[in-house]
Each structure stands twice: as C-alpha cells, then as structure tokens.
C-alpha cells in the first residue's frame, strides 16, 4: 500500500485543530501538482484522527477497517486523486 511513497509522513493527532470529526487530512502538494521536489524539502503529512476513529468505531475490527479505509483515503490524495473519485472507488 505504500510502495512509491516518497517523502511523505505519517502522523497521529487527537483530533483535526479546526475541531471537525475528521478522520483523517492529506497535507502536501499531490504528484499531479507538484512541479519538483528535491533535497530539503519538508514532507507531505498524512495525519489520522485518533479521536474521532475511536468514537466511530464499536470493535476493534471496525477501528481497523475504518483507520485503513483513512489511510488508503489519505494516500490516494497523495496521488492526485479527489474526494469524489475516491468516493467512486470506495474510499470515502
């Protein structure tokens, strides 16, 4: 799931600083956009809410199809994918 991630980190927060229940945000320019990218500069981020996942989640198999699902979202934003397509394929 990860092969061809460059630069990229993954961090966990309680929660989204502008308070929303987000599960989780992709921050960083997407391979679609980004012009170039060499030595000395920052990662992108992909941040998973810890919070609101374990409010959502009843089981521990629900917390780990749902904390996957976010990655797989997050991830998908790195690659230039939007909302509405990742909605399509099942990851929103």
Do not use: C, K, Q
């Not at 990229?8 to 600083?17: L, P, Y």
């Not at 920052?42 to 917390?63: E, K």
């Amino acid at each position: 799931m990860v092969d061809g991630l460059e630069n990229v980190a993954f961090v966990i927060e309680d929660r989204a600083e502008d308070g929303d229940d987000l599960f989780g945000r992709y921050d960083g320019v997407d391979l679609t956009r980004r012009d170039r990218y060499g030595f000395g500069e920052l990662p992108d981020r992909i941040v998973v809410f810890r919070l609101p996942h374990l409010a959502a989640a009843d089981s521990l198999h629900a917390l780990r199809d749902e904390v996957r699902t976010t990655l797989v979202h997050e991830i998908g934003h790195y690659y230039g994918l939007d909302d509405d397509r990742l909605h399509e394929l099942g990851w929103a």
